[in-house]
């Protein structure tokens, strides 16, 4: 059977399962750019779904804890704004309504009859990126996973309900979210911007429904990028298996910072080390959490990075950095400039340590169908090719590469020690503040070549790696040095504040590029965000620091309030 | 220069720090098997350099801490003796005296002068592998080292004294100690037989100062083998860099299990992830060392390895096994049989990630003095070739093997989970006894196949990867699975109790060679010992684990005796 024929039958099924009460019959023209206002006046949507499905992490885990609200009830909102979220963005691939609807019945009748919650995360719906493996699901077309992914079946023993799965591109190597089955997922805030990858169909879901979990910077959530072995990944599906020195990473998505948290303490409560080999045996540290290691949070440094030399940042990035600086200054904490180092040569050393055999692996993947492999996001066809189909290089050379990346992450971590001669905290930067990307969400098919990327890995995170396991492989922690980070939004593109200035001198052609392609208007309503980044496996330490950046911005925006409006 | 006048030059040099009083003129004639006692019978050791070298590390601490003896003194003693081992074994490489009885003298001053000591391990000297950096000597061939190694630093934060390195074998992926520039080193027990490798010089050298650290189970010394990533391994020199799916490992060996635990936690207390980015973040802990996850110790349940499959342990060997078993079961304890899984696979598996790039990197790294690679342990050449300097296997092709390691780690992870069924405690099995090698200590040269270290990979440990900074590749943890492990030896070979037993069938050629190469009699006085194993990361458990075991052999060695002695 022919690819074609495969991915039209997948699509075909895709909403079988769908009550048709719950699709859409009227949606906002095609041209209705924001779109999430539309659900807030669906009549499709009961006022208990609204406010279920805006409740946050800690509001639904009491009510379902407590029996205000059944797991079913709260599901079955979910699902309804899932559901027209789809509609409006494409962001879902398998839909198992009734699946999920019999869970958390379940778990309904284990509260009633016992009075006892199953776990932390009792009833709680929860969405999981297309890789994650259900039993009897597909993650890749025609492989029907015959087992649940580990950390599927850690969250169903901690009591949550699985009930959708989302979009992700193809080979998961793409920071925008399109493939050949489900087609193209857009952002919310503007359908004509992307929602990112590899996790937008995640990122975008969230906003739709503005709680439980799962955001991305370009749609204005929290998300949070463990280190390296932290969340189990074993029973996932993935591109360039076998890749060891540069690990895909799992990773939470949600409206507030407190549901990473919740997710993150819960999972780890299982001792996901004792079902995925991979993991690292390290529990919860509270004292870690209560910045022991960091003069117990008291008086904290900073360090920004406003620009890498490579790309600089549109406007509202540098607004949001500017935003989070005063922020902190005002909340008593130190804040200096953050100066990067050899940027080139650790994106360089990236992307030859995927390409050594990427091109083999897509190939080898796509083989059994002939799906033709995506050799660009742009909307029309052109000839770019993002991983070279090629015979890739020796393991000894390899070997040579994954050397120099070793070294140039024990050289960074001087770096950064190098920097307490300037904290004026006795230790160095306890945590660095950077951009996404040097743009806020971009307009479909731009971030089509390597340079177009580039930066991304440059300034890092990007929505990519912040998702319910986002394969990380692109978009790693900050240079490679497998540093944790948690994005914070700051605010949304305003036409009157970000203005385009000036500007004659580039650091070079895609410098320029994305220096002329920033227009206000063309980034309208784009959600700008921050991360914090820590040390590796500091995880505890940068939940904290995050909580102490995001009450500073919190903080901050009420006085900006308080001063206007009295005025 | 050639490599052959390179190396001349660095061992006629070798002993040009050394004072002459501190050579042996008449040293046992080259025929003599066991060279253990004649140190007893120096008389170039006072009876304090006596009493010094053979105190425990324990008491070494104290008696350093408390002024009883000076460093210098303590440091002293050990290098008298440990120039002796080297004149009876071959054992060392560089030997700095003046550099090291200095900083002796300065620990000493520090000492009387502030009354305190500048850490847990004040004063000890301590001997290094050769391929841990030290700031101005050589690790490798002409490469003069240009900084301490990360752990050399941490080391001498806590007050140890590096006073000698130790020899390995070229590329340090032999499991016997010879090399083209400082030639073999032999086994103090029987200097017939092997002192293993790649940490050989370490593994002698301890037996003949009966103290402080570092052995192997040829050597019949305690070792510790930790998961990847415990203990730093930056700034060390290695081979085949860049190979980041097996990775070399740190570990102390000693004359106690208690100097193990103290070497232990006295880095970890350094925080050696904050100087080397590759160490997880995790501190000691005493929750887990009192058995947290093991039913606080009350009742363990042990497996015991009797026999691989693949080849069949010699008789000391066996009654090495049976010993513990009697003591564990006589301690209150339960043991069951393990069942192997999967050996020659895990195996196959390991030796082609090796191989998929060795060949080259053996031959770059001796390209530029022209040093030929050893392709044979034995004592004339043959044409066995262990690495083939072959032109190795694509990065894509590595990446499936790669793939091939993880599924197989996740199957022996639930291969263990399994044992819950056999072992009666509720929990799997938590920890396996298991034979370091099927034999004891072998002659030289006899290590000379793939067909002869492969079950040393199978049954795992070996000394190669016991010793400060065993370079493990060739003799990973159990079974690739990284799991931290314990050698612990139980006793030595008895002509008269380890007799060789009839066999007529065999499971493949290498057991029947194996088998056949048995005497009593060319095995006499070797060491016997068990190593403990523990799940990947479980180093406290794994330690307290140990301790049951040792005290378990000690009592039940104890109550032989007292049986026999009234009698």
Redesign the interface.
């Known amino acids: 059977m022919s690819w074609q024929h495969i991915a039209a039958q997948k699509k075909s099924r895709q909403l079988d399962d769908v009550p048709e009460d719950w699709l859409q019959s009227t949606l906002p023209a095609a041209d209705t750019s924001n779109v999430i206002d539309f659900l807030q006046e669906s009549i499709a949507l009961s006022d208990l779904d609204v406010e279920v499905t805006e409740s946050s992490v800690a509001r639904l885990l009491y009510s379902l804890a407590t029996g205000k609200w059944s797991s079913v009830q709260v599901t079955t909102s979910f699902y309804k704004r899932a559901i027209i979220a789809h509609q409006l963005t494409n962001c879902l691939t398998e839909i198992f309504v009734d699946q999920a609807l019999a869970r958390a019945k379940v778990l309904d009748d284990h509260l009633a009859q016992t009075g006892k919650v199953i776990g932390p995360l009792h009833g709680l719906p929860i969405s999981l990126k297309d890789q994650i493996s259900i039993k009897g699901y597909v993650s890749w077309i025609g492989k029907v996973a015959e087992k649940n992914a580990v950390l599927v079946d850690i969250l169903e023993s901690l009591g949550a309900v699985p009930f959708v799965k989302t979009n992700v591109p193809q080979t998961l190597m793409w920071p925008e979210t399109f493939n050949h089955v489900w087609g193209r997922t857009t952002n919310p805030h503007n359908r004509s911007l992307t929602c990112g990858g590899s996790s937008g169909g995640e990122g975008q879901l969230n906003p739709l429904r503005r709680s439980v979990r799962i955001p991305s910077a370009f749609c204005g959530l929290y998300g949070f990028r463990p280190s390296y072995n932290r969340l189990p990944l ?1 029973g996932c599906v993935n591109s ?6 540069i690990l895909a990473v799992l990773g939470p998505l949600s409206n507030s910072l407190d549901g990473l948290k919740t997710f993150y303490k819960a999972v780890l409560s299982k001792e996901p ?6 993991v ?3 529990r919860w540290n509270e004292d870690e959490y209560r910045l022991a290691d960091h003069g117990k949070g008291e008086k904290l440094c900073f360090a920004i990075m406003w620009d890498n030399g490579v790309v600089m940042p549109h406007p509202p990035i540098q607004r949001g950095l500017e935003m989070t600086k005063k922020a902190l200054l005002a909340a008593g904490h130190e804040v200096i400039d953050w100066v990067p180092y050899k940027q080139d040569e650790i994106v360089s050393t990236i992307l030859q340590i995927f390409n ?2 990427a091109g ?2 897509f190939k ?1 993947e796509t083989a059994p169908t002939g799906e033709p492999i995506i050799t660009s996001m742009a909307l029309e066809d052109d000839d770019f090719v993002f991983f070279p189909v090629n ?14 990346k ?1 070294d140039l ?2 050289e ?2 001087k770096h950064w ?1 190098d920097t307490v001669l300037r904290t004026g905290t006795g230790r160095p930067v306890d945590a660095i503040i950077s951009p996404i990307a040097p743009f806020t969400a971009t307009p479909h098919g731009h971030m089509k070549t390597v340079h177009y990327t580039l930066p991304l890995n440059l300034l890092v995170s990007s929505p990519l790696w912040l998702s319910m396991t986002p394969c990380t492989r692109i978009s790693e922690p900050y240079q490679r ?2 540093y944790p980070a948690i994005v914070i939004p700051v605010s949304k593109v305003d036409q009157a504040l970000d203005v385009k200035r000036p500007r004659t001198e580039f650091y070079n052609t895609e410098d320029q590029q994305i220096y002329e392609r920033y227009t206000p208007e063309t980034y309208a309503d784009a959600p700008i965000s921050v991360q914090v980044i820590g ?4 995880e505890e330490a940068i939940i904290a620091m995050s909580e102490v950046v995001d009450e500073a911005l919190r903080v901050s925006n009420n006085c900006v309030e308080a001063v206007i409006l009295p005025n």
Chains 1, 2 share one sequence.
């Open positions: 074993a360039l298996e076998g890749e060891d020195t080390w004792q079902r995925d080999p991979m690292i045996r390290k050594a055999g083999e692996d080898t015979t890739g290089i020796s393991t000894f050379e390899s070997w040579q590469l994954q050397k120099k070793r992450r024990q960074h971590m020690d040095q497998d040390r590796t496996m500091e």
